[in-house]
C-alpha cells in the first residue's frame, strides 16, 4: 500500500476520443510523475509537475497534458487518442528532493480501439 | 546519455532456488540513485530498493540482497530460496535530474517465474 490511488482503474476508448486519468499522491508527496508502460516494455517518464507546474517532460507529444492541484492531486489528459497510447498508465508521487523515493500507483490501463 | 540494460529478459526457476537479476547502468553523473521495483500482474510498481552512488555497501533484506558495484556500473539483486509469490517483472532503474525534475530511467524488466 502506497497511498497512491489512481482512477479508473480500467477503460476503454475509441481512437480520436479524449481521456481524463486521475492520481493522489501520497499524503505530504509535493511532486507527482507520470509514466507511460507499453506491454512488454519499462515504463517511460511522461512529464512531471511540482507545486502545480510542469517542470520536466518526456519526449511526447503537447496532446499529452496534465494539472495539479492544490493538495497535489493530478490529472493526465490525453487527446485525439491514438491505437498506440493503449498502455498502463502510472502516477508516481515522492517528496520533491532529489533521492527520494519514488511510489506508484497501481495503474489506470487504457485501451483504444 | 543514462541508460539502464536488464539483459535478462525471462528467467524461470523452481521453487527454493536462489536467482539474481543483473542490472547494469550508463550515467555520467557522480551522484545518482538506483532503484529496484517489483511489479506483479495487477500493476502496481512496488518499490524494493533504493541505493545512492556513495553507497556500496551491500544490502540484505530478508531473502533479498543486493550488489551494487561502481566498478563494473552494476546493481544485480538476488531473491535466496525463491518462492511462488515472488513471480512478478523486476525493473532496475536510475534516477535522473533533468532540468528541475526528477525522473526515472527503467530497464525493460525481467520476467521471473518461479514454478512449484
Known amino acids: 500500500e502506497t497511498g497512491v490511488t489512481q482512477s479508473p482503474t480500467h477503460l476503454i476508448k475509441t481512437r480520436g476520443q479524449q481521456v481524463t486519468l486521475r492520481c493522489s499522491s501520497q499524503?505530504?508527496?509535493?511532486?507527482v510523475s507520470w509514466y507511460q508502460q507499453a506491454l512488454g516494455q519499462g515504463p517511460q517518464f511522461i512529464f512531471q509537475?511540482?507545486?502545480?507546474?510542469?517542470?520536466g517532460r518526456g519526449n511526447f507529444p503537447p496532446r499529452f497534458s496534465g494539472l495539479q492541484f492544490p493538495n497535489y492531486s493530478s490529472e493526465l489528459n490525453v487527446n485525439a487518442l491514438e491505437l498506440d497510447d493503449s498502455a498502463l498508465y502510472l502516477c508516481?508521487?515522492?517528496?520533491?528532493?532529489?533521492?527520494?523515493?519514488?511510489?506508484f500507483g497501481e495503474g489506470s490501463w487504457l485501451t483504444v480501439v | 546519455a543514462q541508460k539502464v540494460t536488464q539483459a535478462q529478459t525471462e528467467i524461470s526457476v523452481v521453487e527454493k532456488e536462489d536467482v539474481t537479476l543483473d542490472c547494469v547502468y550508463e550515467t555520467r553523473d557522480t551522484t545518482y540513485y538506483l532503484f529496484w521495483y517489483k511489479q506483479p500482474p495487477s500493476g502496481e510498481l512496488v518499490f524494493l530498493i533504493r541505493r545512492n552512488s556513495f553507497d556500496e555497501q551491500n544490502e540484505i533484506s530478508g531473502r533479498y540482497s543486493w550488489n551494487f558495484q561502481k566498478s563494473t556500473s552494476s546493481f544485480n539483486f538476488t531473491i535466496t530460496a525463491s518462492q511462488v509469490v515472488d513471480s512478478a517483472v523486476y525493473f532496475c532503474a536510475l534516477r535522473k535530474s533533468q532540468g528541475g525534475s526528477e525522473k526515472l530511467v527503467f530497464g525493460k524488466g525481467t520476467k521471473l517465474t518461479v514454478n512449484p
Open positions: 499524503s505530504g508527496h509535493n511532486t
Open positions: 508516481a508521487s515522492s517528496l520533491g528532493s532529489s533521492g527520494n523515493t519514488i511510489y
Open positions: 509537475y511540482y507545486r502545480e507546474e510542469e517542470n
